[in-house]
């Protein structure tokens, strides 16, 4: 999902948690309408990463199984599935590493890594970014990209981008415009239309 600030794509992403219900119509997945859907069981399918990663007070490992009584092995893989491992790794006391209130102890890049090892160790059937990248700085948009790629792997997900650069492989963009849909299809296919898309792309990479 791209378009301008506040033209309702994160909207959606709330709609499809149930955090807002809809007023008409339905929203399916996998052909279920998520209104008949469990709360619980609905949430527990899908994974967030948000633009600014919510980070406990504890040990990056709580942070990673939010308590869950989960493998310590599967704690590791995760991280090392999105990268956060290498940085982690050389941290004094590793996963053990205190983490402060929000993880003002690391940079944002490292706390996006966090959230991604999160979301992997949970195995959401589908994943959700929701401008997962905006505030990461250039240096370390290149290693977030790649753990964003490790993260979307077999998995249905839907990003909701600032930088089209995160969107470009999609299999489908849709663009949306003071809540509609405004433009649909590949990043080529946008590219030709020389509509909506196209002139939000030239006014980032001009």
């Given at each position: 999902?791209?378009?301008?600030?506040?033209?309702?794509?994160?909207?959606?992403?709330?709609?499809?948690?149930?955090?807002?219900?809809?007023?008409?119509?339905?929203?399916?997945?996998?052909?279920?309408?998520?209104?008949?859907?469990?709360?619980?069981?609905?949430?527990r399918r899908i994974g967030i990463v948000l633009q600014?990663?919510?980070?406990?007070?504890?040990?990056?490992?709580?942070n990673i199984c939010l308590g869950d009584e989960?493998?310590?092995?599967?704690?590791?893989?995760?991280?090392?599935?999105?990268?956060?491992?290498?940085?982690?790794?050389q941290l004094p006391q590793g996963y053990a590493q205190e983490?402060?209130?929000?993880?003002?102890?690391?940079?944002?890049?490292?706390?996006?890594?966090?959230?991604?090892?999160?979301a992997v160790a949970f195995d959401p059937e589908i994943l959700m970014l929701d401008e997962a990248t905006a505030s990461v700085d250039s240096a370390s948009e290149q290693m977030?990209?790649?753990?964003?790629?490790?993260?979307?792997?077999?998995?249905t997900s839907l990003v909701v981008a600032h930088r089209l650069s995160t969107i470009q492989d999609a299999d489908r963009i849709v663009v949306i415009h003071r809540a509609r849909k405004m433009e649909e299809g590949t990043h080529q296919e946008l590219m030709q239309l020389q509509g909506f898309y196209y002139r939000l792309h030239q006014l980032q990479f001009s």
């Open positions: 999902l791209v378009g301008e600030s506040g033209g309702g794509k994160t909207t959606i992403t709330r709609l499809l948690t149930r955090l807002y219900e809809i007023d008409s119509g339905h929203i399916l997945i996998n052909g279920s309408d998520i209104s008949t859907i469990p709360l619980s069981d609905l949430r600014d990663p919510c980070l406990f007070a504890g040990s990056i490992e709580f989960m493998a310590r092995e599967r704690v590791r893989m995760a991280a090392a599935i999105v990268g956060a491992d290498r940085f982690i790794e983490v402060r209130e929000r993880g003002n102890n690391f940079s944002t890049g490292e706390k996006q890594l966090i959230s991604f090892a999160r977030i990209q790649q753990g964003i790629k490790a993260l979307m792997q077999g998995r």
